[in-house]
């Protein structure tokens, strides 16, 4: 049961041009959600986050926007050079001791130069 | 820098072999996570500590144990390597404070293959 889904394993946008990375979720109990980068040989890297009490959350080149009555969630980042190709995965946790991550799957973004 | 550190990056093992993944940070952090990703897939977890109170999760084969001998170090112990036991272990770190739990910090991960 993927509570968190991710359904495109891949995407391609030009060098310059904006990337939009999309991400749904099932467990209406999520109250925090997350995106992470990772290039391949190393670990996550945190990018962003978002609180279900915020529909949008800027961070430089990278925002997200938060849709709970969709349960969806996107990752918009403008503009992309080559350097952002990577695999990008949402995230999500509700409030708890340790708040657990539930990650999805993943998207390969590549940036075409 | 404070990071999170994972030792060896790369092991290889013999089936049935036991096996020891560490883990060390230097963010002082009180949460620490083991998450396992195979090809492709969402990084799962597998357990983490508070503290010292080790909380697994109910799908985690008892093959996996852990080890937090203090607040910087964290081991991941496979007791008998399975050849779909190969796959990509991370560790994480967090805070937990009284206004919630911080964002978690990952090490690069220990790539293990199993022969």
């Known amino acids: 049961d993927q509570q968190v889904k991710q359904n495109s394993p891949s995407l391609s946008v030009q060098e310059g041009r904006i990337s939009i990375l999309n991400c749904d979720y099932t467990n209406s109990m999520f109250d925090y959600f997350l995106w992470y980068k990772k290039y391949p040989a190393e670990g996550p890297t945190f990018l962003i986050s978002?609180?279900?009490?915020?529909d949008k959350n800027e961070d430089g080149r990278f925002t997200v926007f938060l849709n709970k009555s969709a349960k969806h969630l996107s990752l918009h980042i403008v503009p992309s050079p080559p350097g952002d190709s990577a695999v990008y995965f949402c995230a999500a946790s509700y409030s708890g001791s340790a708040r657990q991550l539930t990650f999805g799957s993943g998207t390969q973004l590549t940036v075409l130069p | 820098d404070a990071m999170v550190i994972q030792n060896p990056r790369y092991q290889v093992t013999q089936f049935g072999k036991p096996v020891t993944l560490s883990c060390s940070q230097t963010?002082?952090?009180?949460?620490m996570y083991w998450y396992q990703q195979k090809s492709s897939q969402a990084p799962k977890l597998l357990f983490h500590?508070?503290?010292?109170?080790?909380?697994n999760e109910a799908d985690t084969p008892d093959n996996f144990q852990s080890r937090r001998p203090n607040t910087s170090f964290c081991f991941l112990d496979i007791r008998s390597p399975g050849l779909g036991d190969a796959a990509m272990y991370l560790c994480a770190t967090s805070r937990v404070t009284g206004a919630g739990t911080d964002t978690q910090y990952f090490g690069p991960g220990t790539r293990l293959t199993v022969l």
């Open positions: 963010l002082n952090h009180n949460v």
């Open positions: 978002i609180s279900s009490i915020k």
């Open positions: 500590y508070y503290d010292k109170d080790f909380n």
